[in-house]
């Protein structure tokens, strides 16, 4: 299995614009995760699936956040507007559980919002 | 509030030393303790997951302890190498309501010295 894999890799854009990163999460896991990590904050987590419906998202930040899973390959989070302080690495993990289960990272989209 | 602390925030060691990290937490209802590995530019990878009834769990180089009683983890390496530099990064979760509640460390940034 070729892991975790997050789209892109890096995003810069303007503050206003919509954002969209992707995740393709590992085949057979149950449970997909999305996490920021800032310097100042470091890892927090947003939001997270089983079986494609969101089970908490309590940690996304503002309504301009959403995120969706329409299948059990496939997640987006969208960033609408985007704004300055929306910079930092997004991670894409899944596992076959969520308590006791490892959790498998994507490497990670670093969005840049000027 | 849930917290996580670890100590050092950094560590310089020589190649083939041993060292500790620790991790400290003030997180209800435990469910269990994650230590991760992130290594510059890359998503965190799992060294060890440990539940409230495992004192000790070892993943090659990587030795992890908790004592629930008094909150405390911490993280041996054993010999250590150039490829051990990286951050290390303590996850506290909590069950509350069915959901999983993480809570992060800052993490300690070690550095391994030829």
């Known amino acids: 299995d070729a892991g975790v894999i997050q789209s892109p890799r890096h995003e810069v854009t303007e503050m206003g614009q919509e954002v969209t990163l992707r995740c393709k999460p590992i085949?057979?896991?149950?449970?997909l995760f999305w996490y920021r990590q800032t310097m100042m904050r470091g890892l927090e987590l947003l939001i997270y699936?089983?079986?494609?419906?969101?089970?908490?998202d309590s940690g996304m930040p503002e309504d301009r956040f959403s995120a969706k899973m329409p299948n059990a390959s496939f997640s987006t989070l969208k960033i609408q507007p985007s704004e300055p302080r929306d910079s930092a690495v997004y991670f894409c993990?899944?596992?076959?559980?969520?308590?006791?289960?490892?959790?498998?990272f994507g490497p990670g989209t670093r969005l840049t919002v000027l | 509030k849930n917290q996580v602390e670890q100590s050092p925030q950094s560590l310089i060691i020589l190649e083939g030393k041993n060292c500790t990290l620790q991790?400290?937490?003030?997180?209800?209802?435990?469910?269990?303790l994650r230590w991760y590995k992130q290594d510059t530019g890359r998503g965190p990878v799992s060294l060890t997951i440990?539940?409230?009834?495992?004192n000790t769990k070892s993943n090659g180089r990587y030795t992890a302890t908790l004592d629930a009683d008094t909150k405390q983890s911490s993280l041996h390496i054993t010999a250590s190498q150039l490829s051990d530099s990286a951050s290390y990064i303590c996850?506290?979760?909590?069950?509350?309501?069915?959901?999983?509640?993480?809570?992060f460390g800052r993490g300690t940034s070690l550095i391994v010295h030829p």
């Open positions: 440990m539940t409230f009834s495992e």
């Open positions: 699936f089983n079986n494609n419906v969101p089970i908490d």
């Open positions: 991790c400290n937490y003030t997180v209800s209802p435990f469910s269990n």
């Open positions: 996850v506290v979760s909590a069950i509350t309501g069915g959901s999983y509640i993480p809570t």
């Open positions: 085949s057979g896991h149950d449970y």
């Open positions: 993990a899944s596992s076959l559980a969520q308590f006791v289960h490892e959790q498998f």
